[in-house]
């Protein structure tokens, strides 16, 4: 990754339910004001960028886990889908580590 990347971090210390969780993926990723808050909208959006050079750090990933074991697992499973979108045409274009507590893992 070079000067051209992008950094965004999103940060779920904060969360306290499923809209929360939206809300500061959406800032966080800097998503247009249509976004729809949801799982389909935001494959919409993400996917939107991915051509673009990126690092995207997820911190305290472990609180989202808490709240919501089924919705932390999609976001894992469309972190992995966004990066090898395409048939990973762009993937070395994406570096994405997510903070899990004690855990570091990079998509």
Do not use: H, Q, R
């Amino acid at each position: 990754m070079d000067n051209k990347t992008t950094k965004y971090v999103i940060d779920f210390k904060n969360v306290e339910g499923y809209f929360d969780m939206f809300e500061i993926i959406s800032t966080a990723l800097d998503f247009p004001d249509y976004f729809g808050n949801n799982w389909d909208a935001f494959w919409d959006c993400i996917t939107d960028m991915a051509n673009l050079e990126m690092k995207i750090d997820v911190l305290n990933f472990d609180v989202l886990k808490k709240i919501s074991e089924k919705d932390s697992a999609i976001f894992i499973e469309l972190m992995t889908d966004f990066k090898n979108y395409y048939n990973g045409e762009w993937a070395e274009l994406k570096e994405i580590t997510i903070y899990d507590g004690d855990s570091v893992m990079c998509i």
